[in-house]
């Protein structure tokens, strides 16, 4: 394994909590398996763009690269992918704030156990994780990095059960939260959904081999086809046969509840060609934008996406309300997501870095500027300067999400929140004011559940999780609850 370690002092102790969102790819039975996962991390890369890491199995080793930075930046040397022998492979893409971004906490992470190697690799957080944590450590345990992953490797270490499958059955069982996961043995792909499958896990198939991964994109990059959805609460296992053929075991070890797909997907994070949940996601997002219109219409004349997350949306709210969509913003794709930038400052400044106005279409228009979500507000505050300084008459801003209140325990980027935009400011007259706006208006929750599964919310039983606007959280959260509890540092672990 190669890792390198790093001291404590590497934390920066004054960062929010980590908040990560990953991707993930697994392959079995291929014998190209570890470039295959090294593309599907690569159409994966939205999910993260902090670090990536491949481990493989050739019958005899496992072996592992992790890295710091994009894959693209290590995963197409040739005598690396070489190095990364063998017919199964898995992978995952990272994106963390300040305390995570450490090589020790990239994945997937690897332990030898009793019952042999294992890999594991993980999108999304566990609610539970820093109580688990302490409870191991305080039982012996040492633990490696400081992500919460981790735990799931020490769980399955100290199981009963008699196989290795069964044992992270019994691990993942123990644990709260939003999680897809996916594990690699010496026989075994094993794929995982948390019971109300907040992160999304699809299953697919290339030259009847199966795969395992975030999002459709990282099936289309390679020719795969897609099988179907990991649905809530499921556990596929993938055996590698005596003979070679490669056996399929779905099981259902945990209560049955009801399916409650994370709405931020649709919003911001899955890439638009993917199909999250049977649906489009570019096309949901173009439906936010028609809803958008439907209920927050303005005379204006140019509709100007922030590229690239409001792009669908703008889409859709010029063809409803008939005004020219154009491209009045021109993104620089040579720098990273804007919250990558670890501190408030940084952040703002990658902001000009990433976006320009383009005059010829700004100058003397009534502009509507369409987002698809407003977090911190500092997207929008920097570009309705940039727009007026190019001469923009009117700058109304239509935003394809509710206000965002609440912050995310499931593996998403969200500040806490009280440096949420939203829980700043009294009135939507106020929050228009801070951004400069001439107006500014957020798609309502029905429109949005309207655009991604074609009815209002359900108040009883939501179709999906939208905590992040209505604080409907769909688990418990342990961690949360006891925060005042736990050290600083203990508070750094990050997730997956
Ligand atoms: P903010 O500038 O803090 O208001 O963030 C809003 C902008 O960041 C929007 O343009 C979104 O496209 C993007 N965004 C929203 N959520 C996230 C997230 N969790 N991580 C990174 N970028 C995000």
């Known amino acids: 394994m190669n890792s390198s370690f790093q001291d404590f002092d590497d934390f920066s102790l004054d960062d929010d909590t980590l908040h990560e969102e990953c991707?993930?790819?697994?392959?079995?039975?291929?014998?190209?398996?570890?470039?295959?996962?090294?593309?599907?991390?690569?159409?994966?890369?939205?999910?993260?763009?902090?670090?990536?890491?491949?481990?493989?199995?050739?019958?005899?080793?496992?072996?592992?690269?992790?890295?710091?930075?994009?894959?693209?930046?290590?995963?197409?040397?040739?005598?690396?992918?070489?190095?990364?022998?063998?017919?199964?492979?898995?992978?995952?893409?990272?994106?963390?704030?300040?305390?995570?971004?450490?090589?020790?906490?990239?994945?997937p992470l690897f332990a030898e156990l009793a019952v042999g190697g294992i890999a594991i690799a993980h999108n999304g957080n566990f609610t539970n994780g820093l109580s688990m944590r302490r409870k191991l450590i305080s039982d012996g345990a040492i633990c490696q990095s400081t992500s919460d992953t981790e735990v799931v490797l020490h769980l399955i270490a100290r199981s009963r059960a008699k196989t290795s499958s069964d044992r992270f059955i019994d691990a993942i069982s123990q644990m709260e939260g939003g999680y897809s996961m996916i594990a690699m043995t010496r026989t075994k792909l094993i794929a995982a959904r948390d019971p109300t499958g907040i992160r999304p896990l699809v299953m697919g198939e290339l030259d009847g081999k199966p795969i395992f991964c975030s999002e459709t994109c990282a099936l289309d990059i390679i020719g795969a086809k897609f099988v179907r959805d990991v649905e809530n609460g499921e556990v596929i296992i993938c055996e590698v046969q005596p003979d070679g053929s490669i056996s399929i075991d779905s099981r259902k070890p945990a209560l049955q509840q009801k399916e409650r797909l994370c709405l931020f997907e649709y919003v911001y994070f899955a890439r638009p060609d993917s199909i999250v949940g049977g649906r489009n996601v570019y096309q949901t997002r173009k439906n936010m934008g028609f809803n958008l219109a439907k209920e927050a219409p303005v005379e204006a004349d140019v509709v100007v996406p922030v590229p690239d997350g409001g792009t669908p949306a703008a889409i859709g709210f010029a063809q409803e309300s008939g005004i020219p969509f154009e491209l009045g913003i021109i993104r620089n794709h040579y720098v990273g997501r804007t919250f990558i930038e670890p501190t408030q400052q940084i952040r703002a400044f990658g902001v000009k870095l990433k976006h320009s106005a383009n005059r010829a279409v700004i100058s003397g228009k009534r502009v509507v500027l369409i987002d698809d979500s407003i977090v911190r507000g500092t997207t929008s505050v920097k570009i309705v300067q940039m727009l007026r300084d190019a001469g923009a008459k009117e700058v109304h801003i239509r935003v394809a999400s509710p206000m965002i209140f609440y912050s995310d325990y499931y593996g998403i980027d969200t500040p806490d929140r009280d440096k949420l935009f939203a829980n700043n400011h009294e009135t939507l007259e106020d929050m228009c004011k801070f951004i400069g706006a001439d107006s500014l208006q957020f798609l309502s929750i029905d429109g949005l559940y309207e655009a991604v599964g074609g009815e209002k919310r359900n108040n009883a039983l939501p179709q999906f999780t939208d905590h992040q606007f209505t604080g409907d959280y769909p688990t418990r959260l342990l961690d949360k609850e006891h925060e005042d509890e736990f050290s600083k540092i203990e508070l750094l672990a990050g997730n997956g």
């Open 23 to 107: 991707g993930v790819f697994g392959i079995l039975g291929h014998p190209d398996a570890a470039a295959l996962t090294a593309l599907g991390l690569h159409a994966l890369q939205h999910r993260g763009q902090e670090a990536a890491g491949i481990v493989s199995y050739d019958g005899q080793q496992f072996r592992s690269e992790r890295h710091m930075g994009l894959v693209g930046d290590h995963f197409t040397d040739p005598a690396m992918l070489e190095a990364l022998s063998g017919q199964m492979a898995m992978g995952h893409v990272r994106y963390s704030t300040t305390g995570g971004t450490v090589l020790r906490n990239v994945q």
